[in-house]
């Protein structure tokens, strides 16, 4: 998908001639949905849309939909059973969506470029489904993740079962030069079939490039990816975005607010930052104020009352995107931390999604990072080591004294 525009007619009244397949798309709120409505709009185009219907699974957010705006010309949810890790739901994904994006394409002159994302792998899944009947559509497959390895390094397994679909992968795959997968796992297949046959590969950073292209046993394969990698992190929204909405959220005077956005994982919690704050003098944690929007609040609840910190922390659930924008310029220090992979993969290949929402701001930011990660290489305003506390408490004395 490129921003070249290559006719004179307006892009208000231009009709798609980009398709764009991602498994959520606003209005369902997710990191994926986000990224891939800023993708859209970072590239100018008018394009359709095809996603999945995922009521139930995802809650709705109707500002999502300003992001991309009336660049998106059609969306069709399609109306297949949700699931992030089963073959049979991508496979029914890419079997009823194909007949969506065909009988768009019939329509008015075709389509010229298709855009993927996964998360989840679904998207490239239908993508390859339609390059293969249009493989003159030039194809840009993004991945926001490793799909086949998780952040612990295991392998992530779903058995692909359908044999008439795989073996139509597996010829175009053959025919491109290269060898499909050797195993029968979904994510293995989804990863190969677009590194086999998309035009442009994108990668939010080089060190998930370098760890994927590593991990894909046929050589030349790998040579393929990394000639048609393009690095681009994810994008970040004009600053007009940051004052669309009005949160009426009050902020206590006289103190320095810190506020974390985002949820919980095993591997991504928010304990250096609280033990840091529990291990401040009282003279400086009464000058600072961290609040947290998230959505299982319970283990943080908990954590927070086994270390006393009820008075200088404040639990919310999450907010909507713009509102999450808008906060987070009224904030004085904003906190992101690296998922913790532990030595368990090479390298650690995840840029987290809220760094380029944190970087329009204009708020500083504090990232607590592994060593080499992606995070780690960016212009944070304060840096302190994942899981190191007493790191930690130097830099909220700092922001306490600021």
Excluded at 41 to 53: F, H, K, M, T
Aim: charged share 20%; with cysteine.
């Amino acid at each position: 998908m490129s921003t070249t525009q290559e006719t004179d007619v307006p892009v208000a009244h231009a009709p798609a001639r980009d398709l764009v397949v991602s498994y959520c798309f606003p209005p369902y709120a997710d990191t994926s949905s986000i990224v891939a409505a800023k993708r859209v709009r970072e590239r100018g185009r008018p394009v359709d849309v095809l996603s999945n219907a995922m009521a139930g699974f995802r809650p709705t957010d109707p500002t999502l939909e300003q992001i991309a705006g009336d660049l998106v010309r059609r969306r069709s949810e399609v109306a297949s059973p949700t699931h992030f890790a089963s073959w049979s739901s991508m496979s029914r994904f890419s079997a009823l969506g194909i007949q969506q994006a065909l009988a768009w394409d019939r329509e008015g002159d075709g389509y010229e470029r298709l855009y993927s994302r996964a998360q989840f792998a679904a998207s490239h899944v239908l993508a390859a489904r339609f390059v293969i009947v249009r493989p003159e559509v030039r194809w840009t497959a993004e991945f926001s993740d490793p799909l086949s390895h998780a952040v612990d390094g295991s392998v992530r397994r779903s058995t692909a079962g359908d044999g008439a679909l795989l073996r139509r992968f597996g010829e175009r795959i053959r025919a491109a030069g290269f060898e499909p997968p050797a195993t029968g796992n979904s994510f293995d297949w989804a990863e190969h079939v677009a590194y086999a046959l998309a035009d442009e590969i994108l990668f939010t950073n080089e060190r998930q490039l370098e760890l994927m292209a590593a991990a894909i046993p046929d050589r030349a394969l790998a040579a393929r990816v990394l000639r048609t990698a393009v690095v681009s992190p994810h994008p970040t929204l004009p600053p007009s975005f940051y004052s669309i909405a009005t949160p009426g959220y009050e902020l206590e005077p006289g103190v320095r607010h810190l506020a974390y956005f985002g949820n919980f994982y095993a591997s991504r919690d928010l304990d250096t930052v609280l033990d840091g704050l529990g291990a401040l003098p009282l003279h400086l944690r009464d000058r600072l104020r961290l609040h947290t929007f998230a959505g299982d609040r319970a283990a943080l609840h908990a954590r927070i009352e086994a270390g006393g910190l009820g008075p200088w922390v404040r639990t919310h659930p999450f907010v909507g995107y713009l509102e999450f924008l808008a906060l987070s310029r009224a904030m004085d220090v904003l906190v992101v931390n690296d998922a913790v992979t532990s030595g368990q993969l090479a390298v650690n290949p995840y840029l987290p999604s809220k760094w380029s929402d944190y970087r329009g701001s204009g708020t500083p930011v504090w990232g607590l990072v592994e060593a080499g990660s992606p995070l780690s290489g960016q212009p944070l305003d304060h840096r302190s080591p994942v899981g190191h506390t007493t790191a930690a408490a130097q830099v909220l004395a700092r922001i306490a004294c600021a």
